[in-house]
Nanobody
Framework: VQLQASGGGSVQSGDSLRLSCTVS????????VGWFRQAPGKERDFVAG???????????HYADSVKDRFTISRDNANNMVYLQMNSLKSEDTARYYC????????????????WGQGTLVTVSS
């Protein structure tokens, strides 16, 4: 499984950005795609996730810090997952990674097996 994250950049506080994640390879029919972020000197944290399954999937889950500001969505036909980030704050500055968990029954916040290279988001106040 390969993942490619894109869409990062430098923005001002209050601005919006949309990150994209392209998923390719043999994911299986049931899996979860998650977004994580890692700020300098800090651990990598879960941000949001969305499930894929033969029965539809589409369940989402967010970290409390981004709830009501960020929205995760998917484009099944093109194997894309997006993270719409609104009302960005300086504390959202981090490198953002997308990752795949091999199960899709719920949105997992740990145990992701495949990772992309990340895209940098910088928010200036």
């Amino acid at each position: 499984v390969q993942l490619q994250a894109s869409g990062g950049g430098s923005v001002q506080s209050g601005d919006s950005l949309r990150l994209s994640c392209t998923v390719s390879g043999r994911t299986g029919s049931s899996y979860t795609v998650g977004w994580f972020r890692q700020a300098p000197g800090k651990e990598r944290d879960f941000v949001a996730g969305i499930t894929f399954s033969p029965w539809g999937g589409g369940s989402t889950h967010y970290a409390d810090s981004v709830k009501d500001r960020f929205t995760i969505s998917r484009d099944n036909a093109n194997n894309m997952v997006y993270l719409q980030m609104n009302s960005l704050k300086s504390e959202d500055t981090a490198r953002y990674y997308c990752a795949v968990h091999p199960a899709g029954n719920i949105v997992y916040t740990h145990g992701y097996r495949y990772w992309g290279q990340g895209t940098l988001v910088t928010v200036s106040s």
